[in-house]
């Protein structure tokens, strides 16, 4: 299989997620209880994930996989703007998504950590992969095929990097 059509598989799957976690979320709060705000942040999400799916479906490549990946950043913060709202804490702040794993959503803090054999450095974490770093566990890290096996994104390198541009250019 194409390095490309694994490409765009993980990307539907990323959009599948997000789908799901749409599911969930109103499942837990009711649209229509929602202040005006969170209605307003709920339908940005909606409206994200009905622009990633369109998106997949205009280009049977992946020369549309950026916007998807970018569509699905948004919403996955407007998702988190929606839980904070309704739990009466402030609207999160727009972070890089996790650099474990995008699919976790916006992280919520940068945490130290280095690759096996790799230099330590800082990077954006969700709360829950910062929590497992903090109590010397390993991260929840987003594996791709590659040549085979399943290696972490970033080792994928040019393969996937419209996926990773979709989802971190706005925060170089």
């Known amino acids: 299989e194409s390095r490309v059509n694994q490409m765009r598989k993980d990307t539907e799957a990323d959009v599948t997620a997000f789908g799901e976690s749409l599911r969930e979320l109103d499942l837990e709060v009711g649209a229509e209880d929602l202040s005006t705000e969170a209605r307003d942040d709920w339908k940005r999400a909606l409206d994200c994930y009905d622009r ?20 699905l950043e948004e919403g996955r913060h407007a998702v988190a703007c929606v839980k904070a709202r309704e739990a009466g804490e402030p609207v999160p702040e727009m972070r890089p998504p996790c650099f474990f794993d995008p699919a976790h959503g916006p992280s919520t803090t940068d945490v130290m950590w280095s690759p096996e054999g790799g230099v330590a450095r800082k990077v954006p974490a969700c709360a829950a992969d ?11 890290i987003r594996t791709v095929a590659m040549e085979g096996h399943q290696v972490p994104y970033w080792e994928a390198g040019n393969d996937y990097a419209p996926w990773v541009r979709g989802y971190y250019h706005r925060y170089e």
């Open 130 to 140: 910062a929590a497992r770093i903090q109590q010397g566990r390993s991260p929840w």
């Open 52 to 71: 990633a799916k369109d998106l997949m479906a205009a280009d049977p490549g992946t020369g549309n996989i950026t916007l998807v990946t970018e569509a």
